[in-house]
């Protein structure tokens, strides 16, 4: 399974978003803001263009996951505690449900009459959200631990 682009950009907005509005960055000096930037700050600062940028702010504010603040201090912020959003959440925000077949969405199959993986398939589904749901976007922000990388893992 990979991420498309956009999930992956999604991740690292959320991470850099995250940095603004944690306990160590009440008040931001630079932009005089208390924990919160625009779609154009997080674009400059994660490198991404400012129309992707915008396109994921836009559905990660539908999601919950970003709060957008008017005002002349206004800007985004996170919708909750970075320990509270997981990396499932900003999946989803951006894939929809976390399915990796056709199947489980009740989307036609040629094969489904005779198919014996059907309803397994939402277990498969539930342990790869449980994976994603388990890693926080506060974990994120962290150092790497060194047992979270198995010594087999391809770099």
């Known amino acids: 399974m990979r991420l ?10 959320m991470c850099q978003a995250a940095t603004h509005c ?6 931001d000096a ?8 625009t779609a ?7 490198g991404l263009p400012v129309p992707t940028v915008q ?3 836009s559905r990660l504010t539908a999601a ?22 997981t990396v499932a959440d900003i999946v989803e925000a951006i894939e929809g449900r976390i399915a990796l077949t056709a199947c489980v969405d009740h989307t036609a199959c040629d094969y489904e009459a ?5 309803p397994h398939w939402p277990i498969i589904n539930n342990a790869l959200r449980g994976a994603l749901a388990g890693i926080s976007l506060a974990q994120l922000r962290g150092p790497v631990a060194q047992q979270e990388i198995p010594e087999d893992h391809p770099a």
């Open 40 to 46: 154009s700050e997080l674009a400059a600062e994660t």
């Open 64 to 85: 919950g996951l970003l709060r957008s603040v008017r005002g002349a201090h206004g800007g985004l912020q996170l919708g909750r505690p970075a320990a509270a959003i």
């Open 30 to 37: 630079e932009h005089g803001k208390r924990g919160r930037l």
């Open 22 to 27: 944690g306990a160590a960055s009440l008040v």
């Open 55 to 57: 396109k994921l702010v």
């Open 114 to 118: 005779g198919c014996t993986m059907k």
């Open 4 to 13: 498309s682009n956009l999930a992956d950009y999604a991740v690292i907005t």
